[in-house]
């Protein structure tokens, strides 16, 4: 359990010097419906179980970016396989089961501030997010790019300002991940300063090079328990929904008693200290902002981390630690290039095949929807990471007072 700890300490380690602090006059400003359509564009279309699933682990950025890194260390896996290899992994029910399609989890991981934007928005205006979807989803079906097919089902309930659009996996077996160019699947986008932000498909996944005008699917992903969410919708009292005995079989852990009525409840025990935006989420969920001193004292712990005697080598997570901390990464230079300033490949080849100023995560940016505004904006570690440290020097201490031949060993039994 404490190397489990130390991972996820290092992961926020090595990503809390790309990030910037939200500007504090717009912290406390609920998203717009013009902001919120831009973030949700690229998973609007998403089937229902797939995008509550997608939103939900949005909250926990810090245990997505683990289990992106867990992913490219297991490549071969997904679907119900790669859930079930994830069981006794301490994240969230919703981090493991969305395990089961790397290419969302890829897509989360790579755009970090962008996985923070959709999450914060779920956590505190949830229906607002409904109602930006709901919106989305009529312009893509008005447009002609939203239709049923072999990959999914398409259907209406309602007509005019009620028409809701509901998107169903086709077969309960498989589901496919669509891809779609965001500027153009949408119809004619109704804020022209304020493009849609859209990322391109991550390769490997036979979505093929180049984006259609509607939707494109890749390979399906055999995932018949991986899914245990889904969306009620309802005008005006929409949410999503959990599924509690999916969810159990899911995660042998999960607490089914913090659901109520079905209905998801986010956990702040997984967001492992990383800031909320609004000061009304961090109030409603016991969060106060760590200062520098904190900070510095985090990084130093990393740093200064005792070796680990056991099965996997002494000192490894230290020697993992100082040697992350050395390796010539862009996270270690606060002013270097960052994901989002086009220093990505794909980015980067984008923005030099556009008019300048035409990209739509830039312009984006420029048009209010936070895109380096503080991804996973400070680690509130300083509290916890004090106990830990406390409960370190007392194992320490009991393991000094041992005699090394017979006997138990220091450590948990």
Known sequence: MNRRIMMMAITAALILPRLRPAAAQDADKPFTDQQLDQMLAPIALYPDPLLAQTLMAASYPLEVVDAGRWLKANPGLKGDAAVAAAKDKSWDVSVKSLVAFPQVVAQMSEHLDWMQ????????????????????????????????????????????????????????????????????????????????????????????????????????????????????????????????????????????ANVRNGTWQHDPGHRKGVAYRSTAARERYGQHAPNAAQRQEFRGRLHDAPARQGPAGGGQVRQQAAARANAPHPATRPNGPHPGDGSHPQIQNRVQNRPAGQHPDLKGRAAGVSHGGGAIRGVDHGQRVNREAARGRAQQARAQGHPRAGGHRGGRR
Not at 197 to 215: D, E, F, I, M, T
Not at 234 to 247: K, L
Request: net charge negative; hydrophobic share 35%.
């Open 117 to 256: 934007n959709i999450g914060d928005a779920m956590v505190a205006q949830q229906q607002d997010v409904a109602d930006s979807i709901q919106r989305l989803r009529n312009r893509a079906a008005d447009a002609g790019t939203l239709q049923s097919g072999k990959e999914q089902k398409v259907t209406s309930q309602g007509d005019g300002a009620d028409r809701t659009i509901v998107i169903e996996p086709a077969s309960p077996e498989i589901v496919y991940v669509p891809a779609y160019d965001s500027n153009t699947v949408y119809g004619t986008w109704p804020y022209p300063g304020a493009p849609p932000v859209s990322y391109p498909p991550p390769a490997g996944y036979g979505y093929g090079s180049a984006l259609a005008r509607g939707l494109l699917f890749g390979a399906g992903v055999a995932a018949t328990s991986a899914l245990f969410g889904g969306w009620n919708w309802g005008r005006g009292n929409s949410y999503v929904n959990v599924d509690v005995n999916r969810a159990v079989n899911i995660d042998r852990t999960f607490n089914a």
